[in-house]
């Protein structure tokens, strides 16, 4: 018999799973798909929003979605390429591209009037001249994070739903269908893309609603580019759609008592601010505009923030600036004209640099767009680069609440006030000087994005002490305005460092919502069952990615191990973030076993892994465990799939009467069991457990399961398609044994 | 980029002397000296609306340059400007600005010249110009910055009937194109639009310029039109700062005086008194403009006049 022949196996896995399965590195972003168990904000729970289960796969509704989209696919305008194409990137990394946008346009004072006053935008007539808002530094960082953490939050609960009804995303269902934008076997229902729109759309006509139009295209054009590209179809779309607008509900709510209405004042209350500086025997400040302009949202340190209660506000706020009447007040004073009448070009370019005035993204979105690429690149799953925007927009929401209430608390002149000879090369903000807007959103950011990507950290600390001297080298700012806005940036920046830190996403815990972090190396699900393959993913496990050059598998790779008791796991591979492991065989009958990994750093972290006798898994091309899977013709190298659909493999549809061979985990226990770490010797080690096939739900009984000879943990089905067998581009395929029934996958059958 | 605006509207009076008009500086002679203009406004267009700025107040720009247009052949000029600007606004907080802007050169070549009717002759003139900053000043600090950083090259072709007893009409055109911008700022927002780079592309510009009056025996009077129609760039928004890429468009009117000094030994010296205002205007000033100039003639051995 050589069905499960040495040749065809190893010709399989170095053509296609060496690639793409779990013997060797699993490199596909992580989808983490344990996300909907990650911390909340605003929300209780996923479970607060109710998401209906979506129809089955083979539902004639849903099939007809299935046909509308591979009509559409047929005939892609350019304008839909287009679409496509600016979606690829990420929705998130978008929409905060086309928020930078929003603000910078928004982002003008209102003209004065003849007799010298100015009138304020109204939210009740925005698009009357001055149009609503003026996106100043204040409402833009409000701004940022109420759609940054309503995108988190909403794809939390997005991601807890996709992976409790698993439905695989169109081009994953059906291979007529193109994935004109790769989903790495993400679950398409909910659309994360329309949950995205849903949020924006709702949030932005409310913050900028005379760009409704533009917000509205932007929303719509993402949930054509997710339908067309084959990652939702349009169900999948209009669960997402409801579920972002329903968060969006949540979170508007909050916007409209959270304290910005109030946060603008009145003429009383300015006299009573100015007064109350002149009482505690200083020099009030007053604006330097011509005419004298409204002090920018004097109460915006009472706005609600994210991470802050109004006592850590007044905790954090600094001690007093020197007295307007001190020695060192002058002093101070004196080194701004002395930094301008001795400028270098390079200290204005500087200045000019971070001038982040009128028409710009101002100092918050500075911050965004110098985030931005590091989010871009981290290949980050959606949710996790929605929650790294989330951490900063909170942090930077809150360091503006903070750096506002100094600002008018202590109601500081600015030096060109205190020395009218002092000349700007940047514009002056209207708003008391103590202590610096720039410094405090630099610190605050520095802080959560060091800890999100470490490698960066060197670079953000020295934009953040640049973004703070520039406001000396504007004229704009004392030395002191800068030293002690960056300390209470990163102060304010440590409250939403500390959710970062224990928020679930960054954590090994297996929650009880199934979000486990130690998988099943063929289809990300846990739990595990020992013999099989997993795939733990843990931060800094490693500095370079290291792979086992031979068999038995080593128990340490370049320093990182990891054991269950003293039972050390064979690894097959250890990469900065992931470790490929051998669940030990010594682990049967146990529920749940102590797993410890070891880092190269010696940094050790420990965590419990859900184990289970029978945790069957079919291995998949998208290493995600959904789609084609890594079925082939028996005895040769060919997978049973659509001919040419899979690029550098040599495919063809199984006919029936066909032996195939399905790849696959979790088996269960097996005769003739090999010592952990090593390769089944032949094919004597079957399963004792009988394990039977399932195509479009029938059951077939295998011809053959078992180890996979010369692999480690690795499983191989073989089985005859009958002739009753369903016939297909996609047929779907799962494995059934002791119970439990695995993953599905599609096969072609002819 | 008001400024730099002006400075295109200044150097048209500039300029005036020699590059879209219709004399030629002789074969081996230098034509050289110091102009000093001065240029202010306390109106401006914020796109089409005409406004005043308590931030701002009377925005002064003065310009120091020197000048020479030396004649290779009878044919052939080579003119060159070097000007030193400062830049203040009277009210505000916001400093002036100062130091050498945008050295600029040009060939004019006269292609045709022969007599037209009875009463004088018609010539006819091509001129290829270019600029390139001489410092690296700041670009971005409208509309205090003394330039806007851009190198430039500009074609210009030039009609002129000068008659026998002096009087002369003459039409000029130039199209210009601009080199993109490097600003020390790593966004900008213009013309509906925020770029995330911080490279700017300059639109091209078109200007033209129609003059008549007297010239005679070093003695010169005339009136002067000019347009300019800046192809692309966003307007000014309401409160904004102006941007260097804004569609800067004027109309302007000149009067132009020059006249030999009769200075005993010194008969070459002559003096030159411009006046120039922007009549109409978007995205700039309403300025006026006051150049006054004393300009020498040397003659080389080989000059024709020596």
Redesign the interface.
């Given at each position: 018999m050589t069905m499960f022949g040495k040749r065809s196996y190893r010709f399989v896995f170095a053509a296609i799973a060496c690639a793409t399965a779990a013997p060797c590195m699993v490199t596909a972003a992580n989808n983490d798909p344990g996300a909907g168990s990650w911390q909340m904000i605003v929300l209780s729970g996923p479970t607060q929003i109710p998401v209906p289960a979506p129809a089955s796969v083979t539902d004639p509704g849903y099939q007809a979605e299935l046909a509308s989209i591979q009509t559409a696919q047929a005939h892609l305008t350019t304008a839909q390429n287009n679409a496509i194409s600016n979606w690829s990137g990420g929705g998130t990394v978008r929409w905060n591209q086309i928020l930078l946008e929003l603000v910078a346009s928004a982002d003008l004072p209102p003209e004065p009037n003849a007799d010298g006053t100015y009138t304020f935008p109204s939210a009740a007539n925005p698009f009357a001249f001055p149009q609503f808002p003026f996106a100043n530094p204040p409402y833009a960082a409000r701004s940022y994070s109420y759609v940054a953490a309503a995108q988190y939050e909403a794809l939390k609960v997005a991601w807890y739903y996709k992976y409790l009804y698993n439905r695989p995303a169109p081009s994953s269902v059906d291979s007529s269908i193109q994935a004109l934008i790769p989903t790495n076997g993400l679950p398409a229902y909910p659309s994360e893309d329309a949950v995205e729109s849903g949020v924006a759309a709702a949030l932005l006509a409310i913050l900028f609603p005379t760009q409704v139009n533009l917000i509205n295209q932007t929303a719509a054009e993402q949930q054509e580019a997710a339908l067309l590209s084959g990652k939702a179809a349009p169900s999948d779309i209009a669960a997402g759609f409801a579920l972002g607008q329903a968060v969006a509900a949540i979170f508007a709510a909050r916007a409209g008592t959270d304290g910005l209405k109030a946060a603008t004042g009145t003429a009383a209350q300015w006299a009573a601010l100015a007064a109350g500086a002149i009482a505690n025997g200083q020099i009030p400040w007053i604006s330097r505009e011509t005419p004298p302009r409204p002090p920018m949202l004097p109460f915006f340190g009472q706005v609600k923030t994210w991470m802050m209660t109004p006592a850590d506000i007044v905790n954090e706020r600094p001690g007093p600036p020197p007295s307007t009447s001190s020695a060192q007040m002058a002093q101070e004073t004196a080194l701004v004209k002395y930094t301008l009448e001795n400028l270098t070009r390079a200290q204005l370019a500087i200045a000019t640099k971070w001038a982040d005035g009128a028409s710009s993204p101002t100092p918050p979105g500075h911050w965004n767009f110098i985030a931005e690429p590091y989010i871009a690149n981290a290949h980050f799953s959606e949710v996790r680069a929605a929650r790294a925007f989330a951490l900063l927009d909170m942090a930077l929401h809150d360091a503006a609440v903070a750096c506002w209430d100094t600002k008018y608390f202590y109601f500081t002149p600015r030096p060109e006030q205190m020395d009218p000879s002092i000349k700007t090369v940047i514009g002056l903000p209207n708003f008391p000087s103590y202590d610096s807007g720039h410094s405090t959103f630099s610190g605050a950011a520095t802080a959560v994005l060091s800890y999100l990507f470490p490698n960066g950290a060197t670079y953000f600390n020295a934009e953040a002490q640049e973004a703070a001297i520039s406001r000396l080298y504007g004229g704009i700012h004392y030395q002191i305005d800068n030293d002690t806005g960056l300390a209470h940036g990163t102060r304010v920046g440590g409250y939403t460092l500390r959710f970062a830190q224990q928020d679930g996403a960054d954590q090994p815990t297996v929650s009880a919502a199934g979000g486990g972090q130690a998988l099943d190396g063929a289809s990300f699900h846990s739990p595990v069952a020992p013999g099989s393959i997993a795939a733990v993913f843990q931060s800094g496990l490693a500095a370079t990615t290291n792979v086992a050059a031979a068999v038995p598998l080593p128990t340490a790779l370049n320093g990182v191990s990891l054991s269950f008791g003293s039972i050390p796991a064979p690894l097959f591979a250890a990469a900065p973030n992931q470790a490929n492991i051998q669940i030990p065989w010594e682990l049967q009958g146990l529920s749940s076993a102590v797993l410890t990994a070891t880092g190269a750093d010696g940094s050790n972290t420990t965590f419990s892994v859900p184990l289970s006798a029978f945790a069957p898994a079919i291995f998949s091309v998208n290493q995600q465990g959904t789609g084609q899977g890594l079925v082939t013709i028996a005895n040769t190298g060919t997978l049973a799939a659509l001919p040419g659909s899979i690029g550098g493999a040599t495919t063809r549809a199984a006919a029936k009467g066909d032996f195939i061979t399905v790849y696959c985990l979790g088996l269960g226990a097996v005769n003739n069991q090999p010592p952990t770490g090593a390769p089944a010797p032949d094919g004597t080690s079957t399963t004792i457990s009988p394990v039977s096939v399932l195509l479009n739900g029938a059951s077939v009984p295998a011809a053959y399961a078992g180890l996979a000879p010369g692999s480690v943990g690795v499983y191989q089905v073989n089985v005859q398609i009958p002739d009753n067998a369903p016939t297909g581009n996609a047929v779907a395929l799962a494995l059934s044994a002791g119970g439990a029934t695995s993953n599905a996958v599609t096969i072609a059958i002819q | 980029m008001f400024l730099c605006l002006f400075l295109l509207a200044t150097s048209v009076s500039l300029r005036a002397q020699t590059i879209d008009d219709g004399i030629m500086i002789p074969r081996h002679t230098l034509f050289t000296g110091n102009m000093f203009s001065y240029d202010s406004w306390n109106h401006y267009w914020e796109g089409h609306l005409d406004?005043v700025n308590?931030?701002l107040g009377t925005v002064t720009t003065e310009t120091d340059s020197w000048y020479a247009n030396y004649g290779i052949t009878n044919r052939l000029d080579f003119i060159t400007q070097i000007p030193y600007v400062w830049t203040n606004a009277s009210?505000?907080?916001?400093?002036?600005m100062q130091g050498y802007q945008d050295i600029t050169m040009a060939l004019k070549y006269n292609f045709l010249e022969r007599p037209f009717t009875k009463r004088g002759t018609l010539r006819a003139f091509a001129v290829v110009s270019g600029s390139i900053p001489l410092t690296?000043y700041?670009p971005?600090?409208q509309p205090l910055s003394i330039g806007n950083q851009s190198k430039t090259i500009s074609l210009r072709p030039t009609l002129n009937f000068q008659s026998h007893w002096g009087w002369f009409v003459n039409g000029s055109s130039s199209y210009t194109w601009r080199s993109v911008v490097a600003?020390?700022?790593?966004?900008?927002?213009?013309n509906?639009?925020?770029y995330?780079t911080n490279m700017v592309t300059m639109p091209e510009v078109f200007n033209y310029i129609a003059s008549a009056g007297y010239l005679k025996r070093g003695k010169m009077a005339y009136f002067s039109f000019s347009q300019q129609r800046t192809q692309g760039g966003g307007d000014i928004?309401?409160?904004?700062?102006p941007?260097i890429s804004n569609r800067i468009n004027f109309s302007k009117i000149g009067v132009n005086l020059m006249y030999p000094l009769p200075i005993p030994g010194l008969r070459n010296l002559a003096a030159q008194f411009i006046y120039g205002y922007v009549a109409d205007g978007r995205n700039i000033g309403q300025s006026t403009t006051y150049t006054t100039a004393l300009l020498y003639t040397v003659r080389f051995p080989g000059s024709p006049t020596r």
């Open positions: - | 406004r308590g931030n009210q505000g907080v916001l400093s002036g690296n700041e971005s600090f600003l020390d700022q790593p966004y900008y927002y213009t509906g639009q925020l995330l928004r309401r409160q904004d700062m941007f």
